[in-house]
Nanobody, 117 residues
């Protein structure tokens, strides 16, 4: 069974930084699609950044140049470094993993990021 556990959220002032972590157990993080999504109040969940199964990286236009996704395969941990945070980045951030070649996917429990202006 795959489990994803996020950490690192919190309250930060606009212009500040946070780093989110997602520890995965039960599946390889290097061979599967894995990424970060977020959901703000009253809005749909949206992609923030993603590693594809082939290792390519996709970013939402709204975070390009400010956020960086990375991973440490040895620690089964994925990160999201968020810089120059804006109030519109306020949301619950979710870790996501999709098993390559299947329709099976998993979500973490989410971590709250609040940016004060």
């Amino acid at each position: 069974q795959v489990q994803l556990v996020e950490s690192g959220g919190g309250l930060v002032e606009a212009g500040g930084s946070l780093r989110l972590s997602c520890v995965a157990s039960g599946s390889s993080i290097s061979r599967n699609t894995m990424g970060w999504f977020r959901q703000a109040p009253g809005k749909q969940r949206e992609l923030v950044a993603l590693f594809t199964g082939s290792g390519l990286i996709n970013y939402a236009d709204s975070v390009k140049g400010r956020f960086t996704i990375s991973r440490d395969n040895a620690k089964s941990t994925m990160y999201l470094q968020m810089n120059l945070l804006k109030s519109e980045d306020t949301a619950v951030y979710y870790c996501y993993l999709a098993l390559i070649g299947t329709s099976t996917h998993y979500w973490g429990q989410g971590t709250q990021v609040t940016v004060s202006s």
